[in-house]
């Protein structure tokens, strides 16, 4: 019988408003009248996106810059609304979405990891009793209370990463983070992340690292400009991924998404 659901998304679509820039001269206003510009465009980042995936699986999103991975992983956390279609998800979702969001810039690491407790609705003597646990496998005690603004990008992936799979939360959502962490700590976070699945975690994984993608996932997703190319085992998956861009597009505005409103096009 298959796992239950964790995670269902039926036909979501998630469109982005751009304005263009306001024109200030007379040839700009010409320009824009010749064009018909009304003063926006709509992109569908993602458009009739439809994912299940069962508790305990391991599931990687790949595709090109822009392709709406982080949008995708924005929209299981509940961080954007879908514009359209439906989201189901079954228990508590961690994120560790871009870096360091969530951390307070000006708060030293320590206050951050107590904040991100209490949204968390921990108490503080569970907080200070985790914090142990949370300092030893990010590995930067001597950085705890320095503002995080002063970290390097390597120190707030580590801190986010340890904050994040901390938490006893049933959807893990991960972007990316890995690749900024050192090889010691990218296979540290890679030990976590088998540890979390063997207690029937669900793990979510934006990756371009094919290698991580194919140790930590046994299914991917390819994501081909805000549309599901491909949604199986992970080998066909990446070869698939790496057939679609065979052809070397390098052009990222080829590869824009379904515009509409766009008269340019
Ligand atoms: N807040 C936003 N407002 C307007 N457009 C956005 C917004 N967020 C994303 N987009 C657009 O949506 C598309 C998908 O972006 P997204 O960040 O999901 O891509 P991605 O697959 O994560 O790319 P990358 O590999 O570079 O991280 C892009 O064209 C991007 O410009
Ligand atoms: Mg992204």
């Known amino acids: 019988m298959a796992a239950p659901n964790s995670l269902i998304l039926s036909d979501i679509g998630v469109r982005f408003r751009l304005h263009y820039e306001r024109a200030y001269t007379l040839k700009e206003v010409l320009i824009n009248a010749v064009k018909k510009r009304n003063g926006y465009r ?9 994912i299940n995936i069962g508790r305990g699986e ?42 360091g969001a969530g951390f307070n810039g000006e708060l030293t690491g320590r206050e951050n990891v107590f904040l991100a407790g209490a949204l968390m609705g921990r108490s503080r003597a ?13 590995g930067i005690h001597d950085f705890m209370d320095t503002a995080v603004k002063n970290y390097s990008s390597g120190m707030y ?14 959807v893990l959502l991960i972007d990316e983070i890995l690749g900024v962490g050192d090889e010691a700590f990218q296979k540290k976070c890679e030990g976590r992340i ?3 699945l063997s207690h029937g975690r669900t793990v979510v994984f ?6 991580a993608v194919q140790r930590i996932c046994t299914r991917a997703i390819v994501l081909h400009k805000g549309t599901v190319a491909f949604d199986g085992p992970t080998r066909e998956a990446l070869t698939e991924y790496r057939r679609l861009y065979e052809s070397g597009v390098e052009d990222l505005s080829k590869e824009a998404q379904h515009h509409e409103n766009d008269p340019v096009r």
């Open 194 to 196: 088998e540890t979390l």
């Open 206 to 211: 934006v990756s371009h690292d094919a290698g």
């Open 58 to 99: 391991s599931v990687a999103i790949v595709g090109r810059n822009g392709s709406g991975k982080s949008t995708l992983l924005k929209v299981v956390a509940g961080v954007y609304e879908p514009t359209e279609g439906q989201r189901l998800v079954d228990g508590r979702v961690a994120a560790l979405i871009e870096l």
């Open 126 to 138: 569970e907080m200070t009793r985790r914090y142990r646990d949370i300092v030893d496998f990010a």
């Open 157 to 170: 992936a580590r801190l986010g990463f340890a904050v994040t799979t901390d938490v006893d939360a049933d």
């Open 42 to 50: 709509d992109l569908w980042a993602l458009r009739g996106v439809n």
